[in-house]
């Protein structure tokens, strides 16, 4: 079966600081992948996705992230959080007919 | 456009109660799907429409039904509201077709919080 894990369910960080979240999948076929935000009092909003090609994507807002196949990963970078980033992250593997597969999330909290 | 549109936002209600939670877009999508969002669970899939007329279980639709008698329309309904069906629901919609586009973005609409006493 398909399933997503997130390795970190709450980061604090310090605005300024780099970042890194980790995102691992199980998936026997062809995926594709994606990051998701949710700001707090909103809905999700894709940050950035994969689906072939370059494994370094990059996404809005200054994100990437990169699609590392051997170790079923695709970890979520930003060089420099800001305080507007606090939100939770969702990684997701798409499992054909567009279903998702959701991580349970990461909150992000940057201190100004 | 208007994009994906659900009502109500907020939702009480008492144990065995029925009601629908109602979803639309305006974006000609033929997928769409909903999702329930619980803390440290992430997402989860209840159900799911590849286009009018078709629609299948995901990966928690037990207590829920869907219909889907439009492209614009994604209704779910809870036939007997049970407290662990408090959750925040999630509607979604895509522009692919079934196993063709599978990479394409999924536009959520705002939620409905609902919670059952």
């Known amino acids: 079966a398909q399933s997503v894990s997130q390795h970190n369910h709450h980061v604090i960080l310090s605005e300024a600081a780099s970042l890194e979240l980790g995102c691992n999948y199980s998936?026997?076929?062809?995926?594709?992948l994606f990051w998701y935000v949710q700001y707090p009092g909103q809905h999700l909003q894709l940050l950035l996705k994969?689906?072939?090609?370059?494994?370094l994507v990059k996404g809005i807002k200054g994100f990437e992230a990169e699609f590392i196949k051997s170790k079923f990963s695709f970890n979520l970078r930003k060089p420099s959080v800001q305080w507007s980033d606090t939100a939770e992250y969702f990684c997701?593997?798409?499992?054909?007919?567009?279903?998702?597969?959701f991580g349970a999330g990461t909150r992000l909290a940057v201190h100004p | 456009n208007a994009g994906v549109t659900q009502t109500p936002k907020f939702q009480v209600l008492k144990t065995g109660q029925s009601m629908t939670l109602q979803c639309a877009q305006d974006?000609?999508?033929?997928?769409m799907s909903w999702y329930r969002q619980d803390p440290g669970m992430g997402l989860r899939l209840i159900h799911y429409?590849?286009?009018?007329?078709?629609?299948d279980q995901g990966e928690v639709p037990n207590g829920y039904n869907v219909s889907r008698s439009t492209t614009e329309d994604f209704p779910l309904r809870l036939l007997s509201a049970a407290p662990s069906q408090t959750s925040v629901y999630f509607c979604?919609?895509?522009?692919?077709?079934?196993?063709?586009?599978?990479?394409?973005?999924?536009?959520f609409g705002p939620g409905t919080r609902l919670t059952v006493l």
């Open positions: 979604a919609s895509s522009p692919g077709l079934a196993g063709v586009s599978s990479y394409n973005e999924q536009f």
């Open positions: 998936y026997g076929g062809t995926v594709n």
């Open positions: 994969y689906f072939s090609g370059d494994p």
């Open positions: 997701a593997v798409s499992g054909g007919y567009n279903k998702l597969i």
């Open positions: 974006m000609n999508h033929e997928y």
């Open positions: 429409s590849v286009g009018a007329g078709i629609t």
